[in-house]
């Protein structure tokens, strides 16, 4: 075995805004509100590196589409079941060894700029 570690690539998506039925009460069932979306993940990132193609490389941009046709106007009861679907996404894709999804409901609480859920995963060995 090598000392040489994979790089591991860190990457996140910041702040991906979308809307959505959340919640329990009449008003949040009847209408959208804003949610947003962080996600953090890492990769072994030596193939993009070493060949300097995008098929090498993790597709973060697939990953987000997947994560908006999801999520956008759709209709979810618990900020927890919405945090963990789009967990769920994140880690379908192999490559990734570890990601960490938070989701703030901005305005949920009077007083508060936002409430957030976060949940992470790690892929075992």
Request: charged content about 25%.
């Amino acid at each position: 075995m090598s000392d040489h570690q994979a790089p591991l690539a860190r990457v996140r998506i910041k702040n991906l805004l979308l809307r959505a039925y959340i919640g329990i009460k009449e008003e949040e069932i009847n209408n959208q509100q804003d949610v947003v979306i962080n996600v953090c993940l890492t990769y072994d990132a030596s193939d993009a590196i070493d060949r300097n193609e995008i098929s090498a490389a993790l597709n973060y941009r697939t990953i987000t589409k997947q994560i908006i046709g999801h999520v956008d106007g759709q209709r979810f009861a618990l900020l927890e079941r919405l945090t963990h679907e789009v967990l769920a996404i994140v880690m379908e894709h192999q490559a990734v060894t570890w990601a960490r999804v938070e989701i703030d409901k901005p305005h949920a609480l009077r007083y508060a700029e936002s409430v957030s859920v976060t949940l992470e995963s790690t892929r075992p060995d």
